[in-house]
């Protein structure tokens, strides 16, 4: 019988094996890979990768989907983990994780998938968590997200999703995918997303990763507010001129180095409150 998409799951599946291929091809699955799929969905991307990797662990909301899966692939071979994405803890499903103690050479986790528009936002905030286990991520997404992921300083799509991933990641926007090649077709236009953490020797974290998230939220709010003014109070505490920053600059003007030296700033201040 054939599966009806439901709206309520944001249920769009890919039908165009040319963009599949196209996929699979920039994701490079290796048999010893350890990998999980978001929303496997009628397998589209679920069969390819398994021809290519000796295990896969898929994630799934759908209880009929997940039947499906489950009746087609031993366990052997597939993990159904049967839950909404933004419940699951990815960590748990690491090679370190199974591996246990002292699995420090462990393989990191690859992510991929075609992530539902309703909950395609938070999905990439939430994995945010567990960057430093995770060695990349592949994502099909509403193009209009992946331009604001991928946005600089300047652009007008730059906001609060652009500063926090790019703080964590390397991001390639690789390729679009019409509507055509969705069963049924969405309304907009998809893409392919590249995610890979970055490296060490370019990674900077904030001195409290809570105030930098506050911080950021806080003047992309009032994107339109110069920083001083959606600041508020927070303003007074801030050298500006030692931070390089003008404080009639727009937080979309600011790159994300200066958006941490303020949240470092106001952190040694002890001004924003993280409980």
Same mark, same amino acid.
């Given at each position: ?16 094996? &040319? ?21 496997? #969905?009628? &397998? ?26 489950? /009746? ?21 499903? &690491? ?18 998938? %075609?992530?539902? =528009? %309703?909950? /395609? ?10 960057? #430093? ?35 964590? =990641? ?19 236009? /998809? ?38 003014? /959606? ?38 201040? #002890? ?5």
């Amino acid at each position: 019988m054939a599966h009806q998409a439901r709206k309520r799951f944001g249920q769009h599946f890919l039908a165009d094996e &040319s963009v599949v291929d196209a996929i699979v091809r920039a994701i490079d699955p290796r048999p010893g890979d350890a990998m999980v799929e978001i929303g496997p #969905g009628l &397998s589209a991307l679920t069969a390819p990768l398994l021809d290519r990797l000796d295990r896969l662990t898929v994630v799934e909301l759908d209880r009929d989907l997940a039947r499906r899966l489950r /009746s087609r692939w031993g366990e052997d071979r597939l993990r159904v983990v049967e839950a909404d994405a933004l419940t699951v803890d990815f960590g748990d499903l &690491s090679p370190a994780a199974e591996a246990g103690p002292g699995a420090a050479d462990a393989p990191r986790l690859r992510v991929v998938g %075609n992530l539902p =528009y %309703n909950i /395609s936002s938070p999905l990439l905030f939430h994995l945010l968590h567990w960057a #430093g286990q995770i060695r990349d991520q592949h994502f099909m997404l509403q193009r209009e997200v992946i331009d604001r992921m991928v946005a600089r300083p300047g652009d007008s799509q730059y906001g609060r999703l652009s500063v926090m991933l790019q703080a964590r =990641y390397r991001m390639t926007h690789l390729f679009d995918v019409p509507p055509e090649a969705f069963d049924p077709p969405p309304r907009v236009m /998809s893409a392919v997303v590249r995610m890979r953490p970055l490296a060490t020797d370019a990674l900077r974290r904030p001195r409290d990763a809570r105030v930098f998230e506050r911080l950021v939220a806080r003047v992309f709010e009032q994107r339109r507010k110069m920083i001083r003014g /959606s600041l508020g109070a927070w303003a007074e505490w801030l050298d500006w001129e030692a931070l390089g920053v003008a404080p009639t600059a727009r937080p979309q003007e600011l790159t994300v180095a200066q958006f941490m030296d303020m949240a470092d700033a106001l952190s040694t201040a #002890g001004v924003i409150p993280t409980a």
